[in-house]
């Protein structure tokens, strides 16, 4: 599969006529409904696929905008395009996204009370809803039957790596999808950003998609600085300590084996004065849910968490991933770091490691009753520890796993920039807990303007930093989470460009027309301000 359609021969869904439209069409709804004046690379090809009908899978990465692959076309089509996707949470953040920016949009699941549930189903079948978001779960019982009976069109299967026992999430209730899209008879789009070739090839096969389009986008992304340091020779809690310090005001997410690692860690960070909560399989499910709302709303600084969290955050302006310990394979620790960096600005990835972190991956494997299973689950751990062991540019050696070859990156990981975790923390001249003795002064990667636009100046920032706090207060007022107002890369935008009218700024990426009717006013008084004003 590549970035070129991969059966150009292959006609519509005969289901699915192709609708009258123009590239110009295309981009202004693109403008019109979301406020960007261009497609990303790969956005494209995908949406005029589904548009004419055609089975698709794409495969790309975290923050390259998948979910406007098939946000588009719901705008576009008639009917209702349904959404199969994971989690409960990560399907609320997509309504209040989609809501706040005029979309008539819901999702159905466990916990709605039954009158509300039939509500929405209601409103389903009379073809109300632009969009629609279920578990896969919930397509079990009856409720497959009664889609079948709605205006749907179009089939989208989110994290489709899901359906694979090769892939490193795999859940078996994806598996009952197969057939759905005949079923319904419409066109399915299968999206993931972890899937190797074999996984692809996989997905096409469990979800009988017939002579299926394909984009493939690079695997490469040069704002993650990956840095990577094995466990033994330092103290790694107060070395996360540092690296949180290193990003004052910022968010970010700390990942452990276990939940009792979660435990410790948050407790000390704590202890330090880091706004920092716990994530894990053994909370209740309200502290768990209080506790994710507290970081997606900006009120905490750091989760510490199992691999019960992340898949469901949307949050893009997340500007550090530590990984306490090893994850279980490659994907796992792609996928983990994926949740940085999704605005395109600078974040930090950095990977503490060890042989015994895969010892105890081994004990875990030890309820997999399938010896092949086992066995694959095995290598593919060592692998993880190969590759971070091997010297290699770190960014090289990722996106070689999921068949993709490039030159080492120059600048985004520690072996090419031969800047160390331990340079950076200052872990080789002191052996405290930073905070409480001195401190030695770190060493940041090489300034350089962020991927997304020039770095902003000292002015600038203090502005960035009120427009937060506005944002802060809409949100609060909306009751959702502050980057669904508007996502850091949109605000920085703002103070480069300065508008001063409604007009120009709706000119700014990322605004549209529904944010400039809801939000306008509040950021251009606050862009207006004199920054002595309130001194």
């Keep these: 599969m590549s970035a070129t359609s991969s059966d150009a021969s292959s006609g519509p869904h005969p289901a699915q006529p192709n609708p009258s439209r123009s590239d110009s069409d295309l981009l202004a709804v693109l403008q019109e409904a979301f406020g960007f004046q261009d497609f990303r690379p790969g956005q494209r090809t995908v949406v005029e696929a589904v548009l004419d009908g055609h089975d698709c899978i794409a495969v790309m990465p975290t923050g390259a905008g998948k979910s406007l692959t098939y946000q588009l076309p719901a705008r576009v089509l008639p009917g209702t395009v349904l959404v199969v996707s994971p989690l409960i949470s990560l399907m609320k953040d997509q309504v209040d996204a989609l809501s706040q920016w005029g979309f ?19 409103r389903l079948r009379r073809g109300e809803y632009e969009l629609l978001f279920l578990a896969p779960e919930a397509l079990d019982g009856s409720l497959r039957d009664f889609v079948k009976s709605c205006p749907i069109s179009l089939l989208v299967v989110d994290e489709a790596h899901c359906i694979s026992q090769w892939g490193h999430d795999f859940r078996p209730a994806y598996r009952r999808l197969q057939g759905l899209g005949r079923e319904l008879d419409v066109p399915i789009l299968a999206l993931t950003a972890t899937a190797t070739r074999a996984v692809a090839r996989d997905v096409l096969r469990q979800l009988g998609m017939k002579k299926p389009k394909g984009y493939k986008g690079s695997f490469f992304r040069p704002n993650l600085r990956i840095a990577c340091r094995k466990k033994g020779s330092g103290n790694t809690r107060s070395e996360i300590l540092s690296l949180i310090r290193d990003h004052p005001g910022a968010c970010g997410i700390v990942y452990c084996i276990s939940r009792r690692a979660v435990e410790q860690t948050a407790n000390f960070l704590e202890s330090q004065g880091v706004r920092a909560v716990p994530y894990h399989a053994g909370l209740s499910d309200e502290e768990r849910a209080r506790n994710q709302e507290a970081f997606q709303r900006d009120e905490v600084d750091t989760v510490v968490a199992t691999i019960a969290f992340g898949m469901g955050i949307d949050k893009p302006d997340v500007r550090y991933v530590i990984h306490r310990d090893m994850p279980k394979d490659v994907e796992s620790w792609y996928q983990e770091i994926g949740r940085a960096g999704r605005d395109g600005q600078a974040s930090d990835c950095v990977l503490f490691y060890s042989w015994a972190d895969v010892k105890l991956y081994e004990r875990f494997l030890s309820e997999i009753h399938d010896p092949d299973l086992r066995r694959r689950k095995h290598r593919a751990t060592v692998e993880l520890f190969r590759m971070v062991e091997s010297g290699e540019c770190r960014h090289r050696a990722l996106v070689r796993h ?64 009120t427009l937060r706090k506005v944002r802060m207060e809409l949100a609060r007022r909306d009751g959702v989470p502050a980057f669904i107002v508007f996502p850091d890369k949109v605000l920085r935008e703002m103070v480069r460009r300065r508008p001063t009218t409604p007009t120009e700024l709706l000119g700014v990426p990322g605004v549209g027309p529904v944010k400039l009717d809801r939000y306008g006013e509040a950021f251009l008084d606050a862009l207006a301000e004199d920054p002595g004003a309130s001194s």
């Design 104 to 122: 008539q949009a819901a999702e159905v699941n466990s916990t709605l009370d039954p009158e509300d549930r039939k509500n929405r189903l209601r």
């Design 402 to 465: 999921f068949d993709e070859s490039m030159e080492p990156c120059g600048s985004s990981c520690d072996l090419c920039t031969g800047i160390s975790v331990e340079d950076r923390t200052g872990a080789s001249a002191s052996r405290g807990v930073f905070g409480v003795t001195k401190r030695p002064r770190s060493r940041p990667f090489p300034s350089r303007p962020s991927p997304e636009g020039r770095a902003l100046g000292a002015e600038e920032e203090a502005k960035f930093q």
